[in-house]
């Protein structure tokens, strides 16, 4: 891709060119890819572009600028100065993936930078930092993880991070149990959730691609034809698992626990084999506890079932995927517990309403009966996350790169096989190591 100085001069000027929309699908390939940054610079204030300088040295006419994301949503450019490198990221007025005929709101930047922000206060480690904001472009500037790899990748790899599961449960204990009513006073956490209901287009999204296109007929459905035509065709019409889903539809929608990252996945975490960092949260609004930890699970269970069709990683590697989702699982409902005893501070269960005799045996039930429905949440939350990954619109590279179809359909059957289970029976799995029992049974399954 190409790069360029800047001219903040001429910015202004600037816009991005669509060399081909035909259909509505635009390609990454389409954008001239060093005008966008340019425009949006322009807008800077002399106060982010300093906060830029500081970062990256020089000044702006000593900068170059390429497009580096492959995302469905935004743009993601990097920025490079004499002394470092920033990321640039900008909204752009529509659903990249899919084109101007999918309108969305560029304020869905607003509502990552403040979900960044809220997560950071409790869990700075895990996110990426924020050096400005520009409303007027849409657009933030970020700190550039040039040593990480996005996590999808790195498993596409057979890479092994060793730190993953301690770093990512600790992210989702702290960012989920500190933005609900077990540590906010009621009056705080209604102000925050005000301020996220905004985010309609974002959750408009998910409502959509989640929890209704996949289980109807619909225009952007796509999955591998023609040898699961079948299989798509039983879920548009099976009354049961339209049952399951509308009820988990009807917790996304009214349940407001935690401000959860909202699109939570192995393409939105970035790694080494030091650190972690959970970037993209623009999806961020109070909403169910169960669908960050749930969408989560299930991108390494599709990873998991991708590995027989790639044939590329050792057998190893595919008990190194299910060993994670049992050490997250276990990792975060430990740490999640641990915080209730220091820090049950909300008004979910205030220390007025516990006397000395009664505070250890209360706690000790109310949170097993919350870490339970949590855990059922978990699962049914992962089941409609990897039957839209096949049968919906935006589907997941692990799978996608199985280039021969019937290897591709077989282990795509076996992962919706499996989702339809723990949609439709999730009570029968109470643990985790019940629930992977059943997810190795299905490994072994040729058909629904």
């Not at 206060?121 to 933030?140: I, K, L, W």
Request: charged share 20%; glycine share 6%; aromatic share 10%.
């Amino acid at each position: 891709m190409s790069a360029g100085p800047i001219d903040i001069g001429s910015a202004k000027k600037i816009f991005p060119a669509q060399a081909s929309i035909g259909s509505g699908q635009i390609l990454c390939s389409d954008w001239r890819v060093s005008t966008l940054p340019f425009a949006a610079l322009a807008s800077f204030n002399p106060e982010s572009i300093a906060l830029i300088r500081g970062q990256i040295g020089g000044k702006p006419e000593d900068w170059t600028s390429a497009e580096i994301g492959d995302g469905n949503v935004n743009l993601i450019f990097r920025l490079t100065g004499p002394s470092g490198q920033v990321l640039i990221k900008q909204a752009v007025p529509y659903l990249r993936c899919v084109g101007e005929s999918w309108p969305l709101s560029v304020r869905r930047n607003y509502f990552e930078r403040k979900a960044l922000e809220a997560h950071a206060s409790f869990a700075p480690e895990y996110v990426p930092r924020v050096f400005a904001f520009d409303e007027a472009s849409a657009s933030m500037v970020m700190e550039f993880l040039g040593d990480h790899l996005i996590l999808r990748k790195g498993v596409m790899r057979g890479i092994r991070y060793p730190k993953f599961a301690d770093h990512i449960s600790d992210y989702m204990a702290k960012t989920l149990f500190f933005t609900s009513d077990l540590f906010l006073p009621a009056a705080q956490k209604k102000e925050q959730l005000q301020r996220f209901s905004e985010n309609t287009d974002l959750c408009k999204i998910t409502e959509d691609l989640i929890f209704t296109d996949p289980y109807r007929v619909a225009e952007q459905n796509r999955w591998t034809s023609p040898e699961l035509d079948r299989v798509a065709q039983s879920f548009a019409e099976d009354a049961e698992l339209k049952i399951a889903i509308s009820a988990l539809k009807a917790k996304f929608l009214t349940s407001t626990e935690a401000l959860i990252h909202g699109d939570l996945h192995t393409g939105s975490i970035m790694v080494n084999q030091h650190e972690t960092k959970v970037i993209d949260p623009e999806f961020a609004f109070y909403g169910p506890m169960g669908f960050d930890v749930g969408l989560l699970l299930a991108n390494f269970w599709l990873a998991y079932y991708s590995q027989a069709g790639l044939a590329c990683n050792p057998p190893e590697y595919e008990a190194w995927l299910l060993e994670q989702v049992e050490q997250i699982w276990s990792s975060f409902e430990r740490k999640f517990s641990a915080l209730w005893d220091t820090h049950l501070h909300g008004d979910y269960l205030p220390a007025r309403l516990l006397t000395p005799a009664t505070r250890g045996p209360v706690i000790e039930r109310v949170r097993a009966a919350y870490l339970a429905r949590l855990f059922d949440d978990s699962l049914g939350f992962a089941a409609s996350e990897m039957i839209r990954r096949i049968l919906g619109l935006a589907h997941v590279a692990d799978l996608e790169q199985i280039e021969n179809p019937q290897a591709r359909a077989l282990s795509e059957t076996r992962a919706l096989s499996a989702a339809r289970k723990l949609l439709t029976e999730r009570a029968e799995y109470r643990n985790m190591s019940q629930a992977l029992a059943m997810i190795r049974s299905q490994r072994q399954q040729g058909t629904l």
